[in-house]
């Protein structure tokens, strides 16, 4: 989480510039993380059509196996990036951002130094589904570029980036169609920053109680963050 979530400051307003870094941070680690991840993300996404096709092949180096061996090499695997760096640097800027940024405001109107844990909760639900909302297009996209070469040849829609993504669902099926799904990607996003968020605080707050400032608490209150997520949020 690059470390950007509720600093404890008590009845402060934050500074224009910290509440666009709360949320420019936010988006720059989501961009980094999904450069990493972005080809496991695809190997779960096949294995998931896979089974629905009936194929149920879920051993993920065949998949592997398969996506670099017929569908162009290692430029399989990163198919979608521009939409899923896209969609990081929005969804997790505001996931983030937002959060922050209700937990500042909520301190100073109370003049309290730290949250409640039902005031953490409503602020990672609220943040989490407001970002959903909003970047649900750029999601619907992602998960169509990844899925595209899974069809058959006359059903392919030969998306080539994005933007061209975004325009042909448009012009072709209305703007509704790109809210397609918002109800469930809304409700994935809102348990997966109330787990991770939440949790990330209050594991962080405790550590620091027991422990003290110490430089390896934000990163295992990440790592319970991360467990937590996984475990409410799981496809």
């Not at 510039?17 to 496991?40: D, H, T, Y």
């Not at 509704?176 to 939440?198: E, Y």
């Amino acid at each position: 989480l690059l470390n950007i979530t509720m600093d404890g400051s008590k009845g402060k307003k934050p500074s224009v510039l910290k509440q666009f870094a709360n949320v420019g941070l936010g988006g720059l680690s989501g961009m980094i993380a999904v450069s990493f991840l972005l080809p496991l993300d695809m190997i779960k996404i096949r294995i998931q059509l896979s089974s629905e096709s009936g194929e149920n092949i879920r051993n993920p180096f065949k998949i592997a196996k398969r996506l670099y061996k017929n569908e162009g090499g290692f430029r399989a695997f990163y198919r979608g990036i521009d939409s899923a760096l896209f969609r990081q640097a929005t969804f997790t800027s505001l996931r983030l951002g937002l959060f922050t940024n209700f937990g500042d405001f909520i301190k100073r109107a109370r003049n309290k130094k730290t949250l409640s844990m039902p005031e953490k909760s409503a602020c990672s639900l609220l943040a989490g589904g407001l970002a959903a909302f909003v970047d649900t297009p750029l999601d619907l996209t992602l998960v169509r570029m990844q899925a595209d070469n899974t069809l058959p040849p006359e059903l392919q829609r030969k998306y080539r980036n994005v933007f061209h993504a975004l325009g042909k669902i448009f012009k072709e099926e209305g703007i509704i169609k790109l809210w397609k799904g918002a109800a469930p990607t809304v409700c994935r996003a809102m348990a997966a920053n109330f787990s991770m968020l939440t949790s990330f605080e209050e594991a962080k707050e405790r550590l620091t109680k027991a422990f003290g400032k110490k430089k390896f608490i934000p990163f295992l209150s990440g790592a319970i963050a991360g467990v937590t997520a996984a475990t409410f949020s799981r496809k």
